[in-house]
């Protein structure tokens, strides 16, 4: 863990201890956090003055202090229940995770074949499209189940009866769903259509992407720069660390955008 996400695990900590927030307001507001330094982020939700995440800076800094200014010294003493708040998926941008480990080829063949002549699911209704990748179709999904808007990914026609794509998509999303991190978009379902077409089904991340987020950094008045070039700063570093956790995995990310 770098300092940034531990700095932040110790101002949300020293936060709940002063009695500022709520472990609620405290999981709600990361849970919203797109990439900002959490001490801007809680101001800007006007669940903290600047006032009060001074204080709690100051806590931090006397926190630090005592374990020798190293952050992970301090963030190890962190309550384990706000630590386990910290451990769940923030909203990010979505990724897209290819393994570089070929050995598992036969494992998904297997998947793949036992989709075929799979019913197709009533689960998933489609709203509209939200993107087009080189392998698949991502669209806005309705989840019946859960009465909830998701991600909804498909093969791409061209790619439906080629079985080396079929079997790189379903690698796809196995090894997307099998990486546990704030970072990577968790996935809700692996399915196939009645034809075999695999689809899988994931978070849908709304807000901006970094591409946009920069293009709204020089739209914005010079005065707002210093704190939103902060929240640019704090967005790449997730990414770093998400691409690094994956690496860390055997996985290698071959789509960033």
């Not at 451990?87 to 598992?104: D, G």
């Not at 909830?148 to 997307?176: C, G, N, Y």
Request: net charge neutral; glycine share 6%; proline share 5%.
């Amino acid at each position: 863990m770098s300092a940034a996400p531990e700095n932040d695990l110790l101002f949300a900590a020293t936060a709940v201890q002063l009695g500022f927030l709520s472990r609620e307001q405290l999981e709600q507001a990361h849970s919203h956090n797109n990439g900002a330094l959490l001490s801007d982020h809680l101001v800007q939700q006007g669940l903290l003055s600047a006032e009060q995440s001074r204080t709690v800076a100051l806590g931090v800094a006397e926190q630090l202090s005592q374990h020798g200014n190293d952050p992970g010294k301090a963030a190890a003493c962190v309550p384990p229940e706000i630590q386990a708040l910290f451990n769940k998926p923030v909203l990010l941008a979505e990724t897209t995770i290819h393994e570089s480990n070929e050995q598992s080829a036969p494992f998904v063949a297997e998947v793949t074949a036992a989709f075929s002549g799979a019913a197709e699911t009533s689960r998933y209704v489609v709203l509209r499209k939200h993107q087009q990748g080189g392998l698949g179709l991502v669209s806005v999904a309705r989840d019946r189940d859960f009465n909830r808007e998701v991600a909804f990914k498909e093969i791409l026609p061209k790619a439906a009866h080629d079985e080396q794509s079929r079997q790189r998509f379903v690698r796809e999303a196995e090894i997307t769903g099998a990486l546990e991190h704030p970072g990577v978009v968790p996935v809700y379902s692996l399915g196939a259509h009645a034809d075999g077409r695999p689809y899988y089904a994931m978070r849908f991340i709304r807000g901006v992407d970094l591409r946009q987020a920069i293009a709204d950094y020089w739209e914005s008045p010079k005065k707002d720069r210093p704190l939103k070039f902060r929240q640019l700063i704090g967005r790449f570093v997730n990414v770093c660390q998400t691409i690094h956790y994956a690496h860390s995995r055997g996985v290698l990310h071959r789509d960033l955008k």
